[in-house]
């Protein structure tokens, strides 16, 4: 009588993430979860650890048959600018905790805010499924997700745009540009070169060349960088992860030369149409905050917005990080940053994002 009631019970403990078998378990939860994403993979972890100087932590809860009832990915996030946090996952717009009942959702929130409290970070953000209780300030207002799936070819996927910003896409089809992808040093350095431009030109810093060489390495196969190049010159690139059949365009962006070639237009039809034939299904454009450019531009794209719900929790209200550049404390020091010499810039930006998380 008593066996059901023994087997539902869990522990939480602590994960080597440098353990190979470890690694190996988790990372077969994760692709059998419905809710995963690339972002609660070990690899991810490790590699923004990696590339940005971070420490990677990892809890599990597990049955008493030792199988994982739930698993929550965390980065322990340190800077001299924005704080101490511990963050899941760190560098990432997914994560959390992943669980299959809300009992192990609710176990791996208080674990996980135990570990914050040894670790001395006056702040746990948990970005997914999260914990409930009046512990936690939950933020469903900042954030939309867009994602949707992919069309069966190139031309059903022209007409499942929305008409205005098909014609965009047609109006790049016609444009001399080039596109290749890749991983290698070549394909790396352009990436940088045009996503460092870009990040400048909105403002924000960029992350650390190192950040996107460890993600690339971890990731192998299942992540590659997208470049579209007019007269042999890249003005707009991505990368992209894969995971259980859907793309992530993550980090991309464009030249100040992009717009007027629709660049981005063609880069994102093209990795598209790239995913599609690595056997993708799915689209993910990732999250942007409510009421931007970059929301109503996905928007244009025929991708619906739904909102990502986001938990907080911390020693007292004052100690919650707000790292928000919507944030008017940061309007002034944007503004400075678009000013910019690039190369100061790149010297500069990696500093300062490597503490953001």
């Known amino acids: 009588m008593n066996m059901p009631l023994i087997s ?16 190996t378990r988790i990372a077969a939860f994760v692709h059998a979860h419905p809710n995963a994403t690339p972002f609660h993979l070990p690899a991810w972890s490790i590699a923004v650890a990696r590339g940005c100087g971070q420490i990677a932590h ?16 965390l980065t322990e996030v340190r800077s001299p600018l924005f704080g101490r946090a511990l963050v899941s996952n760190g560098f990432a717009v997914g994560g959390g905790i992943l669980a299959e009942d809300e009992a192990a959702v609710e176990t791996l929130g208080d674990a996980a805010w135990a570990l914050a409290e040894t670790l001395k970070c006056p702040t746990l953000e948990l970005r997914g499924a ?3 209780g009046p512990e936690w300030k939950v933020d469903r207002d900042t954030y939309l997700g867009f994602a949707r799936d992919l069309a069966a070819d190139d031309e059903a996927e022209l007409l499942a745009i929305p008409r205005k910003q098909r014609a965009e896409v ?51 196969d299942n992540a590659d960088i997208l470049t579209v190049s007019a007269n042999g010159r890249p003005v ?17 962006g464009g030249t100040a030369t992009a717009r007027a070639l629709r660049a981005n237009d063609r880069m994102y039809f093209a990795l598209m149409s790239h995913a599609r034939a690595k056997g993708c299904v799915r689209f993910d454009f990732g999250r942007s905050k409510v009421g931007t450019g970059p929301a109503a531009f ?24 707000d ?35």
């Open 170 to 220: 047609r109006k790049s089809l016609e444009i001399d540009l080039q596109v290749t992808t890749g991983n290698g040093k070549a394909d790396q350095a352009a990436h940088f070169a045009v996503y460092a431009e870009s990040v400048r030109n909105l403002g924000t810093p960029v992350f650390p060349a190192r950040l996107f060489r460890e993600v690339l390495a971890a990731f192998g």
């Open 130 to 132: 999260e914990p409930t």
């Open 298 to 321: 996905k928007k244009n794209w025929g991708f619906p917005g739904v909102p990502l719900m986001y938990v907080k929790r911390a020693a007292s209200e004052g100690a919650l990080r």
């Open 8 to 23: 539902t019970l869990l522990a939480v403990r602590a994960v080597n993430l440098g353990d190979a078998h470890e690694r």
């Open 236 to 252: 707009a690139s991505v990368l992209s992860l894969y995971f259980n059949d859907t793309v992530y365009p993550y980090w991309g």
């Open 58 to 73: 990892a809890l599990i809860a597990e049955r008493a048959d030792g199988s994982i009832a739930g698993y929550v990915p």
């Open 323 to 357: 790292i928000n550049p919507l944030n008017p404390r940061y309007r002034l020091k944007i503004e400075m940053w678009k000013k910019l010499p690039l190369w100061v810039a790149n010297q500069v930006g990696p500093y300062i994002s490597k503490g953001l998380g």
